[in-house]
Every structure is written in structure tokens, then in C-alpha cells.
């Protein structure tokens, strides 16, 4: 499912990888803007994600080429976390996001205070949004994560969905120096969460931390 | 060719004709070569292999009442890639509808069986093949004995079946498995492989269904051991490259949609395995699972293979090879075995015999927790 991006040079043993890990709730288009930032397309009939798929392109960042590593994870409950039960009618996945942040923090807390992005996808249906993009941002801004609105369905969007993938690469490559011991394409994660609730009645929430 | 195909369809008519139905025989003729060959024998014989006798069970009302209705809608409305393309899109919706209760009046039927996303996919091959009407006693039986373990509220029992690949690929090639155990690729590149039956991988519908032909004959646990097969199929391919997770990752997801799946060959090959080194001879780790109440240990690797000897001395001794005559059939390792080459004892080996039971486990597991290395880069 991978797709590389046309302009990948020679393989350089010097270059580095990160890898960025998408999650939200089902059906908010984790699988959609993934497919769109690494092909360009916008995915028509896509499938519901079963396990973890994985994409990735080249980015330049500042004059250096990273890979960028994209795993696409599944939305349903199950595959993250056993609970309560937990009724997927009239949810939200805005609402949702609580528990995707507290995942989050779970397991990258070991490294400390790896950056997310909050994407609120399906932009072009607005109209239908419940959730306000003020509400959104204060969400945002509290859990210190910049949001981004963005529709993986517009192709006029393709300009803004590539910033926040470069955003995203951007923070890591600044985020914290390579530790010692590691080897020099030294992978670093991140988190991208998606949230659909911010632009229609079912939001899509996609949690990235970088 | 054709003629062997008739000759084979005719089997298939008069053991589904006797009296009673020949069960065994139809087990046999499932898993070798081409499987059922059609749909029309399919929905005959499938009710048999899941021994389903009353077909026409009666459907629970209200079902989209039924807490998980949005997420099997969501998933449901995304399956249209599985159908025909040359289905009419009425047609497409209808079977959709058809397929969202189907599903449903499952889960309505068991409370204590959980939606997964995959399950669909199996529901779709079943409403291809057979019709709504049918459909829901079959998904429902397979639901109970084959897919149980999927279902349970935590995925536990579904990591701990995972499991099992590793033990059945160290058989065969210890120096790959060093390779994958290096890369920290664990083993959720199988994860839709196994829950799903391949449907959400393997390309072909009707490949897809010839596979259904063979896993419902067999073990529970066969579809791991064809997972092994696909990954052994691709061992040299799997180690050409940098020993790193998200390569090896790639490399192992893409191996199971390739287009010209040597299908039968892969077959006979997990059989043979699946004979040689049962469930009961995998590694203690696995054997600890195994005891460890998972609705599939409970059903019985076949008799000949649990007294632990060679099968293909056991088989030779019961007079089971000589079926073909052949020299090579008596000194040839069943994983020499070329598909051409099934015997009446081998498929019989692999069949699995006789009651199925199931048990449930509960637990929690996060599939981030089982996927530790993963996130271990965080
Ligand atoms: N209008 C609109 N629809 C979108 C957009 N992005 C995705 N979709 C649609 O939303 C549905 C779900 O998209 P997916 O990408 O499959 O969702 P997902 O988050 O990967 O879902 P899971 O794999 O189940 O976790 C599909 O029907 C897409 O066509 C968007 O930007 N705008
Ligand atoms: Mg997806």
C-alpha cells in the first residue's frame, strides 16, 4: 500500500526516517488523507483499515530528504483498547478525543512530550459540522497541539494536507537532538490524530503526535 | 483438464447424493486441488462442512436496533470493491442492506460475540456464494467454531492465535525467522490475513472462495498455517533488503495480495505442514495458549498426528499412501508434495475429524500493547 514518492534519489544509508502513527475513530478518513498525501489521489472506495497499513514518501525539510513513514491504524475500538462497552451510535469522535490523547500519552510519555497534530478532516462538508472550529481550537491549543482543518476530498486541499505532513516533519526534525547510541537514520514517531467531528455531524478526529 | 473437472464434480454430486451424506468424502474433495469448483456445489456443500442441518433459521427482528449498527454500516458501506464490477449498483445496495442484517442478526443471535472490522469480509463471501437465506445459519455455525476466538470482547485470543506463525515458520526456516524476530516486525502483518479468512487481501473473489472451500474442511488453525506458507513462499524476497521493521513490515503485507498467489501449491503446502507438525507440536509458548481454553484448542488435531510420529510413516504403515501407487508417494516427505499430488490419505489427515466445541476468554489487550515495536520508536 506503500506509495514512494517519484522524486526519491539514490538510497543514502544517511537518511533519516520518521514515522508518523495516524489514529482516530473509523470512518473520519485516517485511510483517505494518508492515501492523498502520499499518491495525491483522493481514494475513492476505500475499505475499512483492518490492523495497521503503512505508506510513506520522501519530504525535503529544510534542504534534507526524510522519509516519512505513515502508519495507518484501524479505528475500531477493539483494535486499540478493550473496554466497557462502548456504543458507537451517537458518538463523536470529537468527543472521543480525550481518549485518544490519553493513548497518546501512554506510550510515547517514555520519550517525553513527542508533538501531536490534531486534524479535523472532511472540510468540504462544513456545513454539516457540529463542532465549531473555535471549540475546536481551544481543545487544541489546551492540549498544546496545532489543529489543522483540511479535506482529503478536494484536490485544491492537496496543498494543505502536504503542510501538515511537512508541519509534522518539520517539528520532528527540531524536536530533540538525536540521543547517543542511536544509529544515524534514527527513526522517531509520531502521533497524528484525526477528528472528524470538527467539520460534520460524525467528526473525524486524527491524533499526530510528532 | 475439463474432464478431470467433471469427473471431480461428479464425486462431489454422488457424495452429497448418498445416504447418508458423505461427509468425509466431501471434506477430501474440498481441500484438493480447485476445491468445490463452483458456486452452484459450494452452497450445497458448505451447510455439510459446518454441519448445519436446519437452513432455514429464522432471522431475530429489530436487529438494527443492535448497538454496533453504525460501525458494521461503516464498514459495510466501504465493502462495495467486493463485489462484481459488473454488478448493477441496485444490485450492489441490495446486497449491502442484505449484508448489514446478516451480520447483525449474528451479533443479535449472540450477545456474546463482538463485531470486529474484517468480520464483514468473511459475511460478504458468504452472501456471494449463498444467498441471503442460507447465508445467516452458515456465518452464524462459523461464527461459533471457526471465527469464535475473533470475537471474544479483547483481542487477546487473537494475538496469542497469531502466535502460533513464528513456531510453524521456525519448522522450516529457522534462518528467517531469526531475520524477522531481528526486525521487530512481529507478527501483526497476519492480523487481516487471519481475521478476515484473506478476503481483505488476496485479490481474486474466486480464489477467495476456493480458500473457504479448504479452511472449512480443516483446523481452525489452518489459516495460520497458511499465513506461514505465503511468508515461507516469500522468504528470499523478505530477506533481500535492509533488516528493518517498516521494510520487512511492507514486504510481508504486500506478500499476500499478490495477484498470482500460487494458490494450490500453498494449499498443499500448509496441509502437509498442518500434518507434520500439528498444533500440539508447535513450541511451548504456543502449547501454553493452546491448553489455554481458546475455542480452538478445543478441537482435536486428527488422531494419527497426535501420537507425535512422522505422519508419512504413519500413513504408509495404515497402507494410506500406497492410494496412489507411486514410489515417490512412499519415499517423498509430504512436504515435497506437489498439489498435484494429493492423496486420499492426505486429505483425510488433514480434515478435521469430528465435534467442534468452543470456549471463551476474556481479558484486554490493546492491539498498541501487542504491537509494542511499533510505537517503540516513540
Ligand atoms: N467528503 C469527504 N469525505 C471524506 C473525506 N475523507 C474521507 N472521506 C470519506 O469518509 C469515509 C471514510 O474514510 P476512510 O479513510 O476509509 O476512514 P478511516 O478513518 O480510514 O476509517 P477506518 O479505517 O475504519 O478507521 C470514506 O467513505 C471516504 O470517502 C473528506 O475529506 N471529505
Ligand atoms: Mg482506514
Redesign the pocket.
Known amino acids: 500500500m506503500s506509495l514512494k514518492s517519484k522524486k526519491e534519489p539514490q538510497p543514502q544509508p544517511q537518511r533519516r526516517v520518521f514515522k508518523v502513527i495516524v489514529i ?13 498525501f502520499c499518491s495525491g489521489q ?9 490492523g495497521v497499513d503503512f505508506r510513506e514518501r520522501m519530504v525535503d525539510v529544510d534542504g534534507e530528504l526524510i522519509k516519512l513513514q505513515l502508519w ?5 475500538e477493539r483494535f486499540r483498547k478493550s473496554m466497557v462497552p462502548h456504543y458507537y451510535r451517537n458518538y463523536s469522535s470529537f468527543q472521543n478525543l480525550p481518549a485518544w490523547i490519553e493513548e497518546c500519552n501512554k506510550y510515547c510519555s517514555s520519550s517525553g512530550g513527542i508533538p501531536r497534530i490534531l486534524v479535523g ?5 462544513k456545513e454539516k459540522s457540529e463542532v465549531d472550529t473555535n471549540t475546536a481550537q481551544r481543545y487544541a491549543d489546551s492540549h498544546c497541539m496545532p489543529l489543522f482543518e ?5 484536490d485544491k ?1 492537496f496543498a494543505n494536507i502536504e503542510a501538515i505532513f511537512l508541519t509534522l516533519a518539520h517539528k520532528l526534525k527540531c524536536h530533540k537532538p538525536m540521543m547517543s547510541g542511536d544509529y544515524p537514520s534514527m527513526k522517531r514517531a509520531t502521533v497524528l490524530s ?1 477528528d ?1 467531528e470538527l467539520v ?1 455531524k460524525n467528526s ?1 478526529s ?1 491524533c499526530a503526535n510528532c | 483438464m475439463q474432464s478431470k473437472r467433471k469427473l471431480k464434480a461428479a464425486h462431489i454430486v454422488e457424495a452429497l447424493q448418498s445416504e447418508p451424506v458423505d461427509i468425509h468424502s466431501l471434506r477430501k474433495l474440498s481441500i484438493s486441488p480447485g476445491g468445490l469448483l463452483s458456486r452452484k456445489l459450494r452452497c450445497q456443500v458448505w451447510p455439510h462442512l459446518l454441519d448445519v442441518t436446519d437452513t432455514h433459521l429464522k432471522c431475530p427482528k429489530n436487529v438494527r436496533m443492535h448497538p454496533e449498527c453504525r460501525q458494521v454500516q ?2 459495510v ?2 465493502s462495495g470493491g467486493r463485489f462484481p464490477s459488473t454488478m448493477p449498483k441496485e444490485e450492489v445496495d441490495i446486497l449491502q442492506e442484505q449484508l448489514t442484517d446478516l451480520i447483525l442478526s449474528v451479533l443479535c443471535t449472540h450477545s456474546e460475540l463482538n463485531y470486529y ?1 474484517g468480520y464483514h469480509d468473511i459475511c460478504v463471501t458468504f452472501l456471494l456464494v449463498c444467498g441471503k437465506q442460507l447465508s445467516f445459519p452458515l456465518v452464524e455455525r462459523l461464527s461459533t467454531y471457526h471465527l469464535r476466538d475473533f470475537m471474544v470482547r479483547s483481542m487477546d485470543s487473537t494475538a496469542d492465535i497469531l502466535n502460533y506463525l513464528i513456531p510453524i515458520l521456525e519448522k522450516s526456516n529457522p534462518e528467517l525467522v531469526k531475520y524477522i524476530e531481528k526486525s521487530e516486525v512481529g507478527t501483526l502483518f497476519a492480523l487481516s490475513w487471519l481475521i478476515t479468512w484473506y478476503s481483505y487481501v488476496v485479490p481474486k473473489q474466486e480464489d477467495i472462495e476456493r480458500l473457504y472451500d479448504f479452511f472449512l474442511s480443516c483446523h481452525p488453525l489452518m489459516p495460520v498455517y497458511f499465513a506461514a506458507q505465503i511468508v515461507l513462499d516469500n522468504a528470499d524476497n523478505i530477506m533481500d533488503g535492509e533488516c528493518e521493521m517498516a521494510r520487512v513490515y511492507q514486504v510481508l503485507l504486500q506478500t499476500a495480495r499478490k495477484t498470482d498467489l500460487p494458490l494450490e501449491t500453498l494449499i498443499s503446502k500448509a496441509a502437509d505442514f498442518y500434518i507434520q507438525f500439528p498444533p500440539s507440536s508447535l513450541s511451548v509458548t504456543a502449547i501454553d495458549y493452546y491448553k489455554d481454553g481458546l475455542a480452538m484448542s478445543t478441537f482435536c488435531d486428527y488422531a494419527l498426528v497426535a501420537q507425535h510420529e512422522l505422519p508419512d510413516a504413519v500413513l504408509r504403515r495404515r497402507g494410506l499412501y500406497s492410494s496412489d501407487r507411486t514410489e515417490s508417494s512412499v519415499n517423498t516427505r509430504p512436504s515435497n508434495a506437489d498439489s498435484t499430488h494429493w492423496s486420499a490419505a492426505k486429505t483425510a489427515a488433514v480434515a478435521v475429524g469430528g465435534a467442534v466445541g468452543a470456549a471463551a476468554i476474556a481479558g484486554a489487550v490493546n492491539l498498541l500493547e501487542w504491537a509494542p515495536h511499533l510505537l517503540g520508536y516513540l
Not at chain 1, 42 to 50: H, L, P, S
Not at chain 1, 121 to 125: A, E, H, P, T
Open positions: 482516530g475513530d473509523s470512518d473520519v478518513g485516517k485511510t483517505c488523507l494518508t492515501y492523498r483522493f481514494q475513492d472506495k476505500t475499505e475499512a483499515t483492518i495507518d491504524t484501524a479505528g475500531q478532516n472532511k472540510s468540504d462538508l483540511a479535506s482529503a476530498k478536494e486541499d484525526i472528524k460534520r473525524d486524527y | 461503516l464498514d458501506n466501504r472490522q
